[in-house]
């Protein structure tokens, strides 16, 4: 039965259906999912700190014997471990939607870029999970090193796999049958109609920026998204951008940019690098990307190194902000630099903001957060080290906003019908 719950805005938020969120990390896109109407049947998440940070925002433990998740405002069901020692079987039929970040790591442009041989490679995994719940959707989220050309090869055999996860790799002689002969099973296994179009799936792909769908960041990523084939939406496609860098500069050209955050003459300039290979085009119908300056619009800056702002939960600055070649500040008035979480800790340039006076301090963590368009009241466990890389790690909620509630509404026909009675989805 759908149920409606009201929203932290006062909005009555219908249920859409339900969902189970796999590395799920500080919960970027389990919010976005949630604020989307899917109810979490499951959130599953290894790190202790953005374990703590679920927990105190919107998560309890799992308890496999407990009454949970009985509508959309519950609290999410979280199991704090390895995802290769979870059974999903439990949840077969009753998810609808499957979506996570899978680990960048191996694919990042910033890690050792080993890829398929990476230990750390969960997409085995994420495929399992389709294989024991069996859902209409699956929503993934991923680096845009997934794309570099040396990784290709192994990127059209996820995407083949996601197809037909049913077609298992297989094992011989006690070894794990190579991927590529794997992919090659999968490729003949494609060109035939299925006997079961439950076990197969619709898949698109498509390289994001963030900023084109309103995040206040450039953040390359790759979206994937599959629908069961038995469902008949193999015509869906990607929601089109809603913003863009043509119009942030009309409305910087034009003044109304400046107005609208009342900055002095002297300060009203972009840095010379966006500008320079940009011609301001007819308007495009598009609103224009949102700035570093929107982002914190509202928040002041920090009263001192290392102390908490009264009326904002991780807003104080530190000391020490420098920057140096290869590691430029942030300007205010372009969308941020991409949010990193490091190999080995946030990098220190990636977090400097320059005001308009030309000095330089470090974002807060709360910046940040709005960076990624985390509410105000989402709350990090750990120290700034720690909420940084779980920032670095997520997916922007509003980016992942986009990708929700495109897939429910696709889905909203169906599911209704289902719950419908005498109609079947």
């Given at each position: 039965m759908t149920v409606d719950a009201i929203s932290a805005e006062g909005t009555q938020r219908p249920e859409v259906g339900t969902?189970?969120?796999?590395?799920?990390?500080?919960?970027?896109?389990?919010?976005a999912m949630h604020n989307a109407g899917f109810r979490h049947l499951l959130a599953v998440e290894m790190d202790r700190r953005a374990c703590g940070t679920l927990r105190h925002n919107k998560a309890e433990p799992f308890d496999p014997q407990g009454d949970q998740a009985k509508d959309l405002e519950s609290k999410w069901p979280l199991i704090e471990g390895d995802i290769r020692e979870v059974n999903f079987d439990r949840w077969a039929g009753e998810v609808d939607v499957v979506a996570g970040g899978v680990p960048c790591q191996?694919?990042?442009?910033?890690?050792?870029?080993?890829?398929?041989?990476?230990?750390?490679?969960?997409?085995?995994?994420f495929f399992r999970v389709i294989r024991e719940t069996r859902p209409r959707a699956i929503i993934a989220e991923?680096?845009?090193?997934?794309?570099?050309?040396?990784?290709?090869?192994?990127?059209?055999?996820?995407?083949?796999?996601?197809?037909?996860?049913?077609e298992?790799?297989?094992?011989?002689?006690?070894?794990?049958?190579?991927?590529?002969?794997?992919?090659?099973?999968?490729?003949?296994?494609?060109?035939r109609e299925p006997k079961d179009?439950?076990?197969?799936?619709?898949?698109?792909?498509?390289?994001?920026?963030?900023?084109?769908?309103?995040?206040?960041?450039?953040?390359?990523?790759?979206?994937?998204?599959?629908?069961?084939?038995?469902?008949?939406?193999?015509?869906?496609?990607?929601?089109?951008?809603?913003?863009?860098?043509?119009?942030?500069?009309?409305?910087q050209a034009d003044g109304s940019y400046w107005e609208e955050h009342q900055v002095p003459d002297k300060y009203r300039k972009i840095p010379l690098k966006r500008t320079l290979p940009l011609e301001?085009?007819?308007?495009?119908?598009?609103?224009r990307w949102r700035t570093l300056r929107d982002a914190i619009k509202g928040l002041g800056e920090p009263i001192g190194d290392k102390i908490e702002h009264?009326?904002?939960?991780?807003?104080?600055?530190?000391?020490?902000?420098?920057?140096?070649?290869?590691?430029?500040?942030?300007?205010?008035?372009?969308?941020?630099?991409?949010?990193?979480?490091?190999?080995h800790g946030v990098p220190g340039g990636e977090t400097v903001l320059r005001r308009s006076d030309g000095s330089i301090r470090y974002m807060t963590v709360r910046e940040v957060a709005r960076v990624m368009t985390f509410p105000d009241?989402?709350?990090?466990?750990?120290?700034?080290?720690?909420?940084?890389?779980?920032?670095?790690?997520?997916?922007?909620?509003?980016?992942?906003?986009?990708?929700?509630?495109?897939?429910?509404?696709?889905?909203?026909?169906?599911?209704?019908a289902q719950r419908s009675p005498g109609l079947t989805p």
């Open positions: 969902s189970i969120e796999l590395f799920t990390g500080g919960g970027g896109l389990a919010l191996p694919w990042s442009l910033g890690g050792a870029h080993k890829g398929y041989d990476d230990p750390r490679n969960l997409w085995p995994e991923n680096v845009k090193g997934l794309l570099r050309p040396s990784f290709k090869p192994y990127y059209d055999y996820i995407l083949n796999e996601l197809r037909a996860p049913f298992q790799r297989g094992v011989r002689k006690g070894q794990k049958e190579d991927w590529r002969e794997h992919n090659a099973r999968l490729e003949k296994t494609l060109q179009p439950t076990e197969r799936y619709h898949v698109k792909y498509l390289l994001v920026n963030a900023a084109d769908y309103g995040v206040p960041q450039i953040r390359w990523r790759v979206f994937v998204v599959a629908f069961r084939a038995d469902l008949g939406l193999e015509d869906w496609d990607f929601p089109a951008p809603t913003h863009s860098e043509n119009e942030l500069l009309r409305a301001i085009n007819a308007e495009n119908g598009l609103k009264p009326e904002h939960i991780h807003h104080y600055g530190g000391p020490g902000a420098r920057i140096y070649k290869g590691h430029t500040p942030n300007d205010l008035d372009v969308p941020a630099k991409t949010v990193k979480a490091g190999v009241h989402w709350w990090f466990d750990g120290p700034r080290g720690e909420q940084m890389r779980q920032l670095g790690n997520a997916v922007p909620v509003k980016l992942g906003e986009v990708m929700a509630n495109s897939v429910a509404s696709a889905l909203r026909p169906q599911l209704a």
